[in-house]
């Protein structure tokens, strides 16, 4: 939902004065201090532990352990993922990437963090760190101009979270978690859960893209 609304946003604005030349290059606006950046990030982690663990809404759950553990994983499997990345492709690693790429690990396990095991938890975010980079450079090659990263983050790597749940759930966790047994279609559950997951990203479009974009228009013609 969030990256949806930030497309709309996004799109009904248009790009910082200065970000895109005539000639169609790229000018970077970095932020004006990393280490708050790091800051905030490092806060956002911590505060997503409680997120996780909190949707078991009992502290008796014993699926608690597991969760905290796959949300630390994921976020530190999107971050190394990001820099590497970022690494092999402009010779150097990027700080506010990384940090994105932390953010990209703990959206996408999140929907799945309760039902997936830890080695898939690390999987997920490291495609996430994968993803985050190409989304990235995919919006600014189409002068989408996103400041803080944020349809990738949350938009893109939402959406490969929620298709994740489909691909990596595993019937021993989902049944601790939520008392019944379902398998993503890696571990032989078939397509079924992958295309209640893909079912979910088309409905949360069409909800929540429309409605911000309409909104928006109110807004800057008003």
Same mark, same amino acid.
């Given at each position: 939902?969030?990256?949806?609304?930030?497309?709309?946003?996004?799109?009904?604005?248009?790009?910082?004065?200065?970000?895109?030349?005539?000639?169609?290059?790229?000018?970077?606006?970095?932020?004006?201090?990393?280490?708050?950046?790091?800051?905030?990030?490092?806060?956002?982690?911590?505060?997503?532990?409680?997120?996780?663990?909190?949707?078991?809404?009992?502290?008796?759950?014993?699926?608690?352990?597991?969760?905290?553990?796959?949300?630390?994983?994921?976020?530190?499997?999107?971050?190394?993922?990001?820099?590497?990345?970022?690494?092999?492709?402009?010779?150097?690693?990027?700080?506010?990437?990384? +940090?994105? %790429? @932390?953010? $990209?690990?703990? *959206?996408?396990?999140?929907?799945?963090? #309760?039902?997936?095991?830890?080695?898939?938890?690390?999987?997920?975010?490291?495609?996430?760190?994968?993803?985050?980079?190409?989304?990235?450079?995919?919006?600014?090659?189409?002068?989408?101009?996103?400041?803080?990263?944020?349809?990738?983050?949350?938009?893109?790597?939402?959406?490969?979270?929620?298709?994740?749940?489909?691909?990596?759930?595993?019937?021993?966790?989902?049944?601790?978690?939520?008392?019944?047994?379902?398998?993503?279609?890696?571990?032989?559950?078939?397509?079924? +859960?992958? %295309? @209640?997951? $893909?079912?979910? *990203?088309?409905?949360?479009?069409?909800? #929540?893209?429309?409605?911000?974009?309409?909104?928006?228009?109110?807004?800057?013609?008003?």
């Amino acid at each position: 939902v969030g990256g949806w609304v930030s497309l709309a946003g996004v799109l009904v604005l248009g790009p910082r004065l200065g970000r895109y030349n005539r000639d169609g290059s790229v000018n970077l606006i970095p932020g004006h201090n990393i280490p708050l950046v790091a800051l905030g990030v490092f806060l956002l982690w911590f505060g997503w532990f409680g997120f996780n663990t909190g949707n078991t809404l009992s502290a008796s759950n014993l699926s608690i352990a597991l969760i905290a553990v796959n949300t630390i994983l994921a976020g530190a499997s999107g971050a190394l993922c990001t820099m590497a990345v970022t690494w092999a492709l402009r010779g150097k690693p990027d700080v506010s990437l990384t +940090l994105n %790429g @932390v953010l $990209s690990g703990l *959206v996408s396990c999140t929907g799945g963090v #309760a039902v997936v095991s830890p080695f898939s938890a690390v999987a997920i975010g490291s495609v996430a760190g994968c993803i985050l980079y190409f989304s990235l450079s995919a919006f600014e090659s189409r002068r989408i101009d996103d400041p803080v990263g944020a349809i990738s983050v949350h938009g893109v790597n939402g959406i490969w979270g929620t298709l994740a749940v489909g691909l990596f759930a595993q019937e021993q966790y989902v049944q601790n978690s939520l008392g019944y047994s379902v398998n993503g279609l890696f571990f032989g559950g078939g397509m079924d +859960l992958l %295309g @209640v997951q $893909s079912l979910a *990203v088309v409905s949360v479009f069409l909800w #929540a893209f429309p409605l911000s974009w309409v909104f928006f228009r109110i807004l800057d013609k008003t």
